[in-house]
């Protein structure tokens, strides 16, 4: 079975340009996650979707980040305009619904912002 | 809010070395407890969980009992081998709480010959 795939693995940008990450869930997991992860830290949640709706962005900084999963299957996470602090990598994680503690990672995207 | 805290590493030890990586918790509720490993260039890992007190989870020779009384989840292995080499972390999912996990800072663990 496929894992969490993310792309691109990684992505060097200047301040103030955008930049985009995409996800695919493992086949039938409805629930999708993208947290961030600074170096030296553990990631924190950024927005979850159940299917097509995002039901906890509470975390996600809205005046520069933005994320959709139009179909509710993979997804987009955009930084629009970056700042030298959004350096991080971005993690997107799936859960199958009969076991949603249960959290399957990606091998993340490694965003550095100069 | 919720909240794990982990030691701080590196932690380096010889092949066949006893492992304890602490873990304490701060939770509202009654948490799930789990830990993830991160090996070099790759993505998260579930290692083991426990749902509920005294549950012990364990894989890969790894151990962890959920310690109500201590709020506790120390990861233990008793021999550990050089591709045990990577970050672990601990993490909290609160019932509730939409399944949103918590981690610690993660703790490198570094085996040698």
């Known amino acids: 079975e496929a894992g969490v795939v993310q792309s691109p693995r990684y992505k060097i940008i200047e301040k103030k340009q955008p930049v985009a990450f995409w996800c695919n869930p493992i086949?039938?997991?409805?629930?999708l996650y993208w947290y961030r992860q600074n170096l030296g830290q553990g990631p924190e949640l950024l927005i979850r979707?159940?299917?097509?709706?995002?039901?906890?962005d509470s975390q996600l900084p809205k005046d520069r980040f933005s994320a959709e999963r139009l179909k509710g299957v993979d997804s987009t996470l955009k930084i629009q305009p970056a700042e030298l602090g959004d350096s991080a990598v971005y993690l997107c994680?799936?859960?199958?619904?009969?076991?949603?503690?249960?959290?399957?990672f990606g091998p993340g995207t490694r965003l550095l912002v100069l | 809010g919720n909240s794990v805290t982990q030691m701080e590493g590196p932690v380096t030890l010889s092949e066949e070395a006893f492992l304890t990586i602490n873990c304490t918790y701060t939770?509202?509720?009654?948490?799930?407890l789990f830990w993830y490993v991160q090996y070099p260039g790759e993505g998260l890992q579930l290692l083991l969980k426990?749902?509920?007190?005294?549950d012990k989870g364990s894989n890969k020779g790894f151990e962890a009992t959920y310690r109500k009384e201590t709020t506790s989840f120390h990861l233990e292995k008793g021999s550990v081998q050089v591709s045990d080499s990577a970050v672990y972390f601990c993490?909290?999912?609160?019932?509730?709480?939409?399944?949103?996990?918590?981690f610690g800072t993660g703790t490198q663990l570094k085996v040698e010959l």
């Open positions: 939770a509202t509720g009654y948490p799930s």
């Open positions: 994680a799936s859960s199958p619904p009969w076991t949603e503690e249960t959290q399957y």
């Open positions: 426990a749902t509920k007190a005294d």
């Open positions: 086949s039938g997991h409805n629930t």
């Open positions: 979707y159940e299917n097509e709706e995002a039901v906890d």
């Open positions: 993490a909290l999912s609160e019932a509730g709480g939409g399944n949103k996990l918590t």
